[in-house]
């Protein structure tokens, strides 16, 4: 099992910035994907960003040029660095993990954390 740990939510206002982590651990994984999606009230959720063990990224394309991913192999940790934040922001935001274990490859959630963009 991966168990993962985000940080970095809060409030903010329009224009503003924010930066979230997620740190994975567990016993005896390799992670292939570190990735974010989010979530707003009555919306599904959807792809903010994902990574690759060998840094290639992707974007949902509401947040191509505002948002950057990247990852620390090493600590099993991803970032996701947020500018130029607007109100349309504002979501539970994700971290979502695909790794292999002892028992097979799964896809893992963190606990979610909330960012609000609001004056």
């Known amino acids: 099992q991966v168990q993962l740990v985000e940080s970095g939510g809060g409030l903010v206002q329009p224009g503003g910035s924010l930066r979230l982590s997620c740190a994975a651990s567990g016993n005896s994984f390799n992670i292939l994907v570190m990735g974010w999606y989010r979530q707003a009230p009555g919306k599904q959720r959807e792809l903010v960003a994902t990574i690759t063990s060998g840094g290639t990224t992707n974007y949902g394309d509401s947040v191509k040029g505002r948002f950057t991913i990247s990852r620390d192999n090493a600590k099993n940790t991803v970032f996701l660095q947020m500018n130029s934040l607007q109100p349309e922001d504002t979501a539970v935001y994700f971290c979502?993990?695909?790794?292999?274990?002892?028992?097979?490859?799964?896809?893992?959630w963190g606990q979610g954390t909330q960012v609000t963009v609001s004056l």
């Open positions: 979502n993990v695909r790794a292999s274990t002892e028992i097979g490859w799964g896809s893992y």
